[in-house]
C-alpha cells in the first residue's frame, strides 16, 4: 500500500509544507524512519531527529517552530501521537480487510454458516452447526469444532484451536496457538490411588471485544461455561481454569494462571506469571503485583496486592526490605542477647 | 442426541415420578438447568432450586422427601451423584464416539497402520511406519512424525504434536497443542562463548491412561526416553524436560515445570506453576504446595513442601507468618538495643 | 539407516576389535543399548556395563585395557565422547535431510520464492512474497505470513506459527507451535475504564543460530523489531513481549518472562520460570537463578542475581537461611524483651 503525503494530510486534515506528492508505504519511528516511511514527532525530546531522519514524511504539531531545514516533508497536524495512532489503527485494519475469500483446501462441515466478507485460510477447518459472523478472518489451520458461534470482525490467528460449543463475541481477537474449551483438570482420586477423570461437558464463553494472547489456554467448565466478559485482554500463556469467570475490562498479563471456579472482577490489572488458587473471589478493580500467589479472597475494590502469597502491596515491600537484611538483624539480636 | 426419561431411568435403574416420556437433550446444573436438561440433587443445600427448576427431568435419592411439588420428571436413584457421573461419562464417549472415518484431505506415510474404527481429522499428518490402535481419535490438524506408536482408544485433539519415535499408551487423552518429543534444552558451551547443540535423538513414552493438558510441551530424551507413567494426569502449560521420569498416578498442575533428568515418583500431587531442577529425585506421594521451588532431591514418602526454596510445609507457614511482621521486628529489636 | 561396523569405524578413523560386518541400525547408552545398537564409554564409572552390554559395538578409548572378554564390537578412538557426539550429529542432520520434497497438499502464495533442497510438509503454509533460503525444513501444518524471510538451513517443526514480516536467520530451529511474531500487548485505557488497543505493527527478528523451544512466544514490536541475537538459545514456553531485544549467546530456560522493551546482554544465562519486568536492561553475562523476579536494571556485567525481587545472589541465600529460622529468631526476641 502506497500514498502520496496529499492522500494522507487529506485523512488527518492536516497542513503540507513540503513535498506533497511524496509517497509513503510505512510507518516508522522517526529515530529509525528511511526513505519511503511515515513518522511522527509529539515528544519534544525527539525533535532532534526531525533534522536528521531519513524518513518521507513526518506528521509534526501545527505549533512546532523548526530550527533547521527538514528534508521530510512535513504535515501539520493539532495532535501528532493521535493522528498518527489513527493511521495506525487504519494500517492495520487494512491489512486485515486485505485478508479474504477462502483459500482451498479448507474444511466446513454441514450446516454451517459463514457471515459476509470473510477470509477462511488454507487447512482452516469448521466443524457442524457453526454460527459465524460478518467480517470474521479465521487464518490458515485455525481449529473450529461443532455448535460454535462466533460473532462479527472476529479475527482468528492461525492455529488458533476452539473445541465444539465455544461461544466468541464479535470484534474479539484470538492469536495463534490459543486453546478454548480443552478439559478443565478434574480427577476424582479412587481407592486404589489411580484417578478417574471427571468428565468436562462445559464450554467456553468470550464475550465482545475480548482480546486471548498467544497459546493461552482456557479450559471449558465442568458444566456450563468459563467466562470472560467484555472487554477483557488476556496476554500469552496465561492458563485459565474450567468455570472461572473474568469480569469485564480485566487485564491479565502473560503466563498467569487462574485456578478452577475463581471469580475475578472487572476492570483488575493482574500483571504476569500471578498464580490464583480455586473457588476464590477478586474484587473489581484489584491489582496484583507480578509472580504474586493470591490464596484468598479479595473483597475490597481498589485492592493493591503483591507477594506469594499475597499482601498488601506497601506492607509487602516493608517486610521485603527487612529481608534482605536479615543476616544483620540476625546478628545483632545475637550480640544483644551476649551482651545480657 | 435426544433420550426420554424413561431411556435415562432404564439406564440408571432408578424410578420415575411423573412424564416418563419427558425428552431431554442435554445435562446441566440444578440452578442453571432449562427445559429439556437433565439435572441432579445431591447436596441438600441445593435442594430449593429442585421447586425452581426449570429442568425438564431431576436425578434425585430415593430418600427424599418432596416439601413442594415439582414441576420437573424425577429418577430416583440411590446415589445421584454417582448416577449423574455415569451418565457424564456415556455422553462424552458418545459424543466422541460419534466422531469416526477420515476426513479429507488427511495424510498418512507409507507404511503405517491404524485399527478399526478411528478418526482422522482433515489436515492431520500420520508420517511413515507408525503404528496406532483402534478406537483412536485423531482429530484435525494433529501432527504424529515416523515411527510413532499410539495405543487403543486414544483421543488426540486438534493440533498436537507428536515428533517422530513418540511412542504413546492405551486410553491417553492428549489435548489441543500439546508437543511430546521437541528437543531437549541441552547447549554445550564452546570456548568462544557460543553454544553448540548437543543432538536429542531419544524418544517421549506416554504409558497408558496418560493425560496430557493443552500446549504442554514434554522434551525428548538426550537418548533412551522421557516418560510419564501410567495412569499420571498433567494440566495445562507445563513443562518436562528431557530424561525426565514422571511416575504412576501423578497429578502435576498447569504451568509448573520439571527440569531435565530429574525423577518425580508415584501418587504426588504438584500444584500449579511450581518448578523442579534438573537431575533430583522427588519420592512417592510427595505433595508440593503451588508456586514452590523445589532445589534437592527429596527422599521420604508423604512428605509436604511449599515455598521458593521449598521447605516443610508448615514450618515455611510459620516463617511467613513472620516475614509479614519483619518491620515491627525489625523495630522492636531496635528499640531493645537503644534501652539497653 | 543401517551401518556396518566396519563403515562407522572409517567415519571415526578408529581400529576395530571384533565382527567388523556387526550391523548398527541405533544409538544408545551403554546401560541400555541392545542388539543393533552403537554405545560408547568414556566415564570409567560406566566400565562394567562394557562387559555386559547388549550394543553390537561399542566406541571405546585406543588407552583402555580390558579386564573381561566383550561380545560387542570394539571401535578404539582418542575420544570416546567426542567421537559419539560426532556420530550423533550426522544421525540427527541425516534424519533432517532425508525430509524433502514437497508433500501435497502444502499452500505457497504469489511471489514467495523457496531455496533448493528444501522440505515442505503437508498442510504448510507459505503466504506471499516470501523469501525462503536453501535447504530449508518446512514440516507439516506450519504457517508462514507474507513478506517473511527465512535463511539457509533453517528447521521449523511442525505447526510452529510466524507471522507476517517475520525475519528468520540462517541455521535457526524452531520447534513445534513457536509463535512468532502475535501482537504486543498494548492497550490504552479508555476514559470509560475499558482498553483500546494499540495496533502493533512491527515485527520479529531472529538473527542466525538462534534456537526457539516449543510453544514459545514472540511478540512483534509496536514499531521496529523484537529481536533475537546470534546463536541464542530459548527454551519451551518462554514469552518474550513486544520490542525487547536478547543479545548473542544468551540462554533462556523454559518458562520465562521478559517484558516489553527491555534488553538483555550478551552471554546471559537466565534460568526457568524468571520473570524480567519492562523497560530495563540486562548487562552481558548476567547469570538470574530459578523463579527470579528482576525489577531494576543490572549495569554490571557477570552480575549473579536470585529471588523474588531478585537481589545478589550469595545475599539472597544467607536471607533465605534466616527466613527459615524466622519463627525462632521471633521468640528469641520475645524472650530477650521479656528479659529486660
Same mark, same amino acid.
Given at each position: 500500500?502506497?500514498?502520496?503525503?496529499?492522500?494522507?494530510?487529506?485523512?488527518?486534515?492536516? *497542513? &503540507?509544507?513540503?513535498?506533497?506528492?511524496?509517497?509513503?508505504?510505512?510507518?516508522? !519511528? =522517526?529515530?529509525?524512519?528511511?526513505?519511503?516511511?511515515? @513518522?511522527?514527532? +509529539?515528544?519534544?525530546?525527539?525533535?532532534?531527529?526531525?533534522?536528521?531522519?531519513?524518513?518521507?514524511?513526518? =506528521?509534526?504539531?501545527?505549533?512546532?517552530?523548526?530550527? !533547521?531545514?527538514?528534508?521530510?516533508?512535513?504535515?501539520?497536524?493539532?495532535?501528532?501521537?493521535?493522528?498518527?495512532?489513527?493511521?495506525?489503527?487504519?494500517?492495520?485494519? %487494512?491489512?486485515?480487510? +486485505? *485478508?479474504?475469500?477462502?483459500?482451498?483446501? %479448507?474444511?466446513?462441515?454441514?450446516?454451517?454458516?459463514?457471515?459476509?466478507?470473510?477470509?477462511?485460510?488454507?487447512?482452516?477447518? &469448521?466443524?457442524?452447526?457453526?454460527?459465524?459472523?460478518?467480517?470474521?478472518? &479465521?487464518?490458515?489451520?485455525?481449529?473450529?469444532?461443532? /455448535?460454535?458461534?462466533?460473532?462479527?470482525?472476529?479475527?482468528?490467528? @492461525?492455529?488458533?484451536?476452539?473445541?465444539? #460449543?465455544?461461544?466468541?463475541?464479535?470484534?474479539?481477537?484470538?492469536? %495463534?496457538?490459543?486453546?478454548?474449551? +480443552?478439559?478443565?483438570?478434574?480427577? @476424582?482420586?479412587?481407592?486404589?490411588?489411580?484417578?478417574?477423570?471427571?468428565?468436562?461437558?462445559? /464450554?467456553?464463553?468470550?464475550?465482545?471485544?475480548?482480546?486471548?494472547? %498467544?497459546?493461552?489456554? &482456557?479450559?471449558?467448565?465442568?458444566?456450563?461455561?468459563?467466562?470472560?466478559?467484555?472487554?477483557?485482554?488476556?496476554?500469552?500463556?496465561?492458563?485459565?481454569?474450567? #468455570?472461572?469467570?473474568?469480569?469485564?475490562?480485566?487485564?491479565?498479563?502473560?503466563?498467569?494462571?487462574?485456578?478452577?471456579?475463581?471469580?475475578?472482577?472487572?476492570?483488575?490489572?493482574?500483571?504476569?506469571?500471578?498464580?490464583?488458587?480455586?473457588?476464590?473471589?477478586?474484587?473489581?478493580?484489584?491489582?496484583?503485583?507480578?509472580?504474586?500467589?493470591?490464596?484468598?479472597?479479595?473483597?475490597?475494590?481498589?485492592?493493591?496486592?503483591?507477594?506469594?502469597?499475597?499482601?498488601?502491596?506497601?506492607?509487602?515491600?516493608?517486610?521485603?526490605?527487612?529481608?534482605?537484611?536479615?543476616?544483620?538483624?540476625?546478628?545483632?539480636?545475637?550480640?544483644?542477647?551476649?551482651?545480657?
Amino acid at each position: 500500500m502506497e500514498f502520496t503525503v496529499q492522500q494522507i494530510a487529506e485523512l488527518l486534515q492536516g *497542513k &503540507i509544507e513540503g513535498d506533497n506528492a511524496a509517497k509513503v508505504s510505512t510507518l516508522a !519511528k =522517526i529515530e529509525e524512519a528511511q526513505n519511503g516511511a511515515l @513518522a511522527f514527532l +509529539s515528544n519534544p525530546k525527539y525533535e532532534p531527529y526531525l533534522y536528521t531522519t531519513g524518513a518521507s514524511a513526518v =506528521i509534526v504539531s501545527d505549533k512546532l517552530e523548526l530550527k !533547521k531545514p527538514v528534508s521530510a516533508a512535513l504535515i501539520r497536524v493539532s495532535d501528532p501521537y493521535s493522528s498518527f495512532s489513527t493511521l495506525l489503527q487504519y494500517y492495520q485494519a %487494512a491489512l486485515l480487510a +486485505s *485478508k479474504t475469500g477462502v483459500e482451498e483446501p %479448507a474444511f466446513i462441515g454441514s450446516g454451517s454458516e459463514i457471515g459476509d466478507n470473510h477470509y477462511r485460510g488454507a487447512f482452516s477447518y &469448521i466443524g457442524n452447526n457453526c454460527k459465524i459472523g460478518a467480517n470474521v478472518r &479465521i487464518f490458515p489451520q485455525v481449529y473450529v469444532g461443532d /455448535n460454535v458461534t462466533i460473532g462479527d470482525n472476529t479475527t482468528i490467528f @492461525a492455529g488458533a484451536k476452539l473445541y465444539s #460449543n465455544t461461544i466468541v463475541g464479535s470484534n474479539c481477537t484470538l492469536h %495463534a496457538g490459543v486453546v478454548l474449551g +480443552s478439559d478443565g483438570f478434574g480427577f @476424582a482420586p479412587q481407592p486404589d490411588g489411580s484417578y478417574k477423570m471427571v468428565p468436562q461437558i462445559g /464450554n467456553v464463553v468470550l464475550e465482545d471485544d475480548v482480546s486471548i494472547g %498467544a497459546n493461552t489456554t &482456557i479450559d471449558c467448565a465442568t458444566m456450563g461455561s468459563t467466562i470472560i466478559r467484555q472487554g477483557t485482554k488476556i496476554d500469552n500463556l496465561v492458563q485459565i481454569a474450567h #468455570n472461572v469467570e473474568v469480569g469485564k475490562h480485566t487485564v491479565i498479563a502473560a503466563q498467569t494462571g487462574i485456578s478452577g471456579s475463581s471469580k475475578i472482577g472487572n476492570h483488575c490489572v493482574i500483571a504476569g506469571q500471578v498464580g490464583i488458587v480455586g473457588h476464590i473471589t477478586i474484587a473489581d478493580k484489584t491489582t496484583i503485583g507480578a509472580q504474586s500467589g493470591v490464596g484468598k479472597t479479595i473483597k475490597k475494590s481498589g485492592t493493591i496486592i503483591q507477594g506469594s502469597p499475597a499482601f498488601d502491596y506497601k506492607q509487602n515491600l516493608r517486610a521485603l526490605a527487612v529481608f534482605r537484611k536479615l543476616p544483620e538483624l540476625q546478628r545483632d539480636l545475637e550480640a544483644l542477647s551476649e551482651k545480657i
